[in-house]
């Protein structure tokens, strides 16, 4: 997000510091250039005379010194100026007898005027002239020099007193004035001290940079550079900056991620973000916001706000032995407050030396699912019921009901809140299914056993009744026929063949009434006792 005041001012302090460190560096260097001057020897100043009318006097001066003396010296050049400028072709020997100073008159004291006048012979040959003159002055061991340079035209007219010589001074050079050279090499000498001061200062913030790279791994130099030069100025803007959205960093920098601010956070309105800064946790901000890391200060952890569903099998085995996999859905989230957001963020364990990474490190979710939630559905709930139990519908749902009662209370410290519970189906697997079979075998044998058991307990109940009650129906009978015929006889007293007639009568008519099987043999004596007695 562009900003322009916060990028005036980002730009005004990198302008401020450049200033202060170039003008620091700058009168460094001035005073060691300064002190490395101090004994600095001024050189001669000679100036050439640029016409030889009137007074063609050479001069020189030294500043710190006297100029004593001064030689000539001179050779022919080509015809013309412009050939004596690109060749020497036709230079010949030195010839002093042509060109000569006089009237020398050196100097008496340190900076006082050397002079000499310049005179040109008629009997020099025609054409161009290079001259030197040569001033020295009374330095020891090595005395200084310092030379100008001329260029004069000899030109022979004829007329009629004879031929007549005509110098003329067509160029001069003249060495540059010495203090302006001063000046000029001071500014350089000066401009050149601040150099190693600027390479020094580039060179330990490259240095800064590439540790800072190393330590924190980051990708590239660069990223170290601008969080270098961040850190020192701030930011121009918004950026380095991370985008948080859904319990996670969706878009960022690295450098941010791993060193922190200064940097800017973009939180949406899902997750929640808690920092740490200086080995302890700083603050707690919640979306949606832009909220700006201060330096170091980077992200502790990440908490989803979203309600979370998780669902996960737990291994059990149950009251009567038999292992089986419940698979449960939970649904839970996090309380939107800073207290509750800091209980889930700080509620990391990490578990046993012998685990590996992410599976050591057990966050807040994972304590709900894996330390919670499982283990108080495996040994506080399920291994109470046998296994048909769990089968019935309204024993889930007690099962359902007093999960979600444990996890409640034992979620509290975790900062959660949890909204449901679901319970799916059970799982065998395996030798799961076999034991299961073989169990439930046995039991199905002892019901069948105890119910054949009660069949025949039954049974015989109910044959001792036909018995009994075939028994008082004979008797009953057999008292009814004798009743009988003692009546219709007047009798006192029945025979005994008349009894026996009348029982044998009585047990066919009982058996066919009753349906008694009466076996074959038994049918065939009646008859026999029959036909006797009649």
């Not at 997750?271 to 200086?278: L, M």
């Not at 007093?402 to 409640?408: K, N």
Request: proline letters at 4%; hydrophobic letters at 45%.
């Amino acid at each position: 997000m562009f900003n322009a005041k916060r990028m005036g001012q980002y730009y005004l302090r990198l302008l401020i510091a450049a200033f202060i460190v170039g003008m620091g560096l700058f009168i460094l260097s001035l005073v060691a250039v300064s002190l490395a001057t101090r004994s600095y020897n001024w050189p001669i100043v000679p100036h050439c005379p640029e016409s030889l009318a009137g007074e063609p006097l050479a001069t020189a001066f030294d500043s710190d010194g006297v100029v004593i003396n001064a030689a000539l010296t001179h050779k022919r050049a080509s015809e013309t100026l412009e050939a004596a400028a690109l060749s020497t072709t036709g230079v010949q020997a030195e010839d002093r007898n042509y060109f000569f100073l006089s009237d020398i008159v050196p100097a008496t004291t340190a900076g006082g005027q050397f002079k000499a006048r310049l005179n040109v012979l008629d009997t020099a040959p025609e054409g161009y002239h290079d001259v030197t003159i040569i001033f020295s002055n009374n330095d020891t061991p090595i005395a200084q020099t310092a030379k100008c340079h001329l260029t004069i035209r000899i030109t022979k007219v004829q007329n009629l007193d004879g031929t007549t010589t005509i110098a003329t001074i067509q160029a001069v050079e003249n060495p540059q004035d010495p203090f302006q050279t001063y000046f000029q090499l001071f500014s350089l000498r000066i401009l050149g001290g601040m150099l190693p001061g600027v390479g020094g200062i580039i060179t330990a913030l490259l240095l800064v940079a590439v540790f800072i790279t190393a330590l924190y791994r980051l990708e590239s130099l660069r990223e170290g550079v601008q969080f270098l030069i961040y850190r020192i100025f701030g930011r121009p803007g918004f950026a380095p900056y991370l985008i948080i959205q859904g319990g996670k960093i969706l878009l960022g920098k690295d450098s941010v991620k791993k060193i922190g601010g200064p940097a800017g956070l973009v939180i949406r309105l899902d997750s929640a973000v808690v920092t740490e800064k200086g080995g302890k946790l700083a603050r707690v901000l919640r979306g949606p916001g832009f909220p700006r890391l201060t330096p170091f200060e980077k992200i502790w952890d990440i908490i989803d706000l979203r309600p979370q569903r998780w669902p996960f099998k737990v291994s059990a085995i149950t009251r009567d032995g038999i292992p089986i996999t419940y698979e449960v859905a939970i649904k839970y989230k996090v309380i939107n407050d800073d207290e509750n957001i800091l209980k889930a963020t700080a509620c990391k364990w990490i578990r046993e030396a012998w685990r590996t990474e992410p599976d050591r490190l057990m966050s807040w979710d994972k304590r709900v699912i894996l330390g919670a939630t499982e283990g108080t559905m495996r040994t506080k709930i399920l291994a109470q019921y046998q296994l048909d139990e769990l089968l019935d519908v309204n024993v889930r749902r007690q099962i359902r009901q007093a999960l979600l009662e444990a996890l409640t209370i034992s979620t509290r410290d975790f900062g959660v809140e949890i909204m449901d519970v679901t319970l799916h189906d059970i799982e065998f697997q395996g030798q799961v299914l076999e034991e299961w079979a073989k169990t439930w075998r046995t039991r199905r044998d002892i019901e069948v056993q105890k119910i054949e058991a009660d069949e025949r307990v039954q049974e015989l109940k109910m044959r001792e009744r036909a018995v009994n009650q075939v028994r008082h129906e004979m008797l009953d009978r057999l008292i009814g026929t004798l009743t009988t015929m003692t009546e219709e006889q007047g009798l006192d007293r029945v025979s005994a063949d008349y009894v026996l007639l009348s029982f044998i009568d009585m047990i066919e008519h009982t058996a066919a009434a009753q349906r008694v099987f009466i076996p074959e043999d038994s049918l065939l004596r009646f008859d026999r006792i029959k036909k006797e007695l009649r």
